[in-house]
């Protein structure tokens, strides 16, 4: 019985691209920069700045479009709310090509369906950065956009994307 309760809490979440873990490797959650931006990081970035093929990206979750469009800092911005385990979880896929995506603001989506592509790097779609998504979680009724903040205060109000996804069996 307990295997099976494992099995089914581990299938309720899946990583929003493919190598995510492998490709955590430059701006991951809770990290202090100063570059273009400055303040502590409330997103894992996931790089493909050496893939030139198109990177599908997917929810995590069953959840609902909350918004969908252009936004200085991301170029191409998807939110969606996701209920995960009774939780109201929102999240943020920045760096998006939002002319790739299917999806129409409170479009329901389930878990695993693909959202959209990652934009090109150096492009409006993901306002002149990198190949790579900006991916952030957090637990509020309330519309998010930073992609930093300037206090360690402020950042607990963030979740580790990370962390959230390593507490999944199948994830790791």
Not at 29 to 39: I, L, N, T
Not at 104 to 119: C, W
Not at 142 to 157: I, S
């Amino acid at each position: 019985m307990e295997n099976d309760l494992k099995e089914v809490e581990s299938a309720s979440v899946s990583l929003p691209v493919e190598g995510y873990f492998e490709r955590l490797t430059v701006k991951p959650f809770g990290k202090y920069v100063s570059d273009r931006f400055v303040g502590y990081h409330v997103a894992d970035d996931i790089e493909f700045t050496d893939v030139p093929e198109e990177v599908s990206v997917y929810a995590i979750a069953d959840g609902v479009v909350l918004r969908m469009g252009w936004v200085s800092g991301y170029g191409g911005l998807l939110t969606i709310r996701f209920t995960i385990e009774g939780r109201e979880i929102t999240a943020l896929y920045g760096h998006i090509d939002l002319a790739s995506s299917p999806l129409l603001v409170d479009q329901k989506v389930k878990q695993g369906q693909f959202l959209a592509n990652l934009g090109d790097g150096e492009s409006a779609e993901t306002d002149g950065e990198r190949k790579h998504l900006h991916f952030a979680l957090y637990e509020a009724n309330v519309l998010r956009l930073a992609g930093y903040v300037q206090t360690e205060v402020e950042l607990a109000e963030w979740i580790n994307p990370s962390e959230f996804f390593s507490t999944y069996e199948n994830l790791r």
